[in-house]
């Protein structure tokens, strides 16, 4: 990771450490907006006057419903995220220099066809059924356990507790599949997901897996944290807004 992180920083600076924003960016609005939104509507469906809590499978189904259809909203954004980033750790003339995630979108469109913008979307969307389930799903189990196992109460140390473990699960949940999708979508190349699992695993062994989970864990502990603590924060403000408890 320190010597990715060197690398790109010689060959194109500090702004290099972000290329790709505007594609993530992209991505967060229409994946993270899906997902949290279709969670957030399908779980009053699943409770009743008695049961305020659903169950962890109800949870899980809920939350994998919601990752899939988030998964293939944030498809575009996503190969083009893959890309961009991608783009620094490549010699400059393999690099595909996309200017922002508009110019992305045009450019793809007209040089690979529109499917192109769905690239790997199988493979994502399973990644973003696992990354819903075990973010969401574990998110609000951990949260339960600790209102109902400790002195804690509903407030920011409980969210950030249940958010940190939830961060942890999805990491090592996802971690496979984040290493297939990389590899899909920023493949010069189209190969079928059997042969690129031989592929890796001959070159690779089982470690492929979990390869890069520490960076992965860097970036998606705190991103799980702070989202989680700001959708929560969101929610009470709502509620109130509405006059709701």
């Known amino acids: 990771m320190l010597s ?9 600076g500090f702004l290099g ?16 907006t899906t997902r949290f939104g279709v969670y957030e509507e399908l779980k009053p469906l699943s409770t009743t006057p008695t049961t305020t809590n659903p169950s962890f499978l109800t949870l ?4 994998s419903t919601s990752g899939f259809l988030g998964g293939i909203a944030g498809n575009p954004a996503d190969v083009l995220n893959v890309r ?59 949260k339960t356990l600790l209102l109902s196992n400790t002195q804690l109460q509903d ?7 249940a958010s940190f473990l939830a961060g942890f699960v999805a990491t090592t949940v996802c971690s496979p599949v984040d290493v297939i999708k990389t590899r899909v979508m920023s493949a010069k190349e189209s190969k079928g997901l059997a042969r690129l699992l031989v592929d890796i695993y001959g070159r690779e062994g089982v470690g492929w897996m979990f390869k890069g989970w520490v960076p992965s864990f860097i970036r998606l502990g705190p991103h799980t944290i702070v989202t989680f603590l700001f959708l929560e924060q969101h929610k009470k403000v709502y509620r109130r807004l509405r006059g709701v408890n």
């Open 4 to 12: 990715t992180f060197m690398h790109v920083f010689k060959s194109d």
């Open 17 to 32: 450490l972000y290329s790709g924003l505007s594609a993530s960016l992209l991505r967060q609005l229409t994946y993270s």
């Open 60 to 63: 899980l189904a809920l939350s």
């Open 84 to 142: 961009m980033q991608h783009d620094a750790a490549l010699p400059s003339r393999d690099r595909r220099n996309y200017r922002n995630a508009i110019d992305g979108l045009i450019r793809m469109t007209r040089e690979e066809g529109w499917r192109s913008l769905f690239r790997g979307v199988w493979p994502n969307s399973m990644r973003a059924v696992l990354m819903t389930a075990s973010q969401l799903s574990s998110y609000d189990t951990f």
């Open 155 to 161: 407030n920011l140390t409980t969210h950030f507790s």
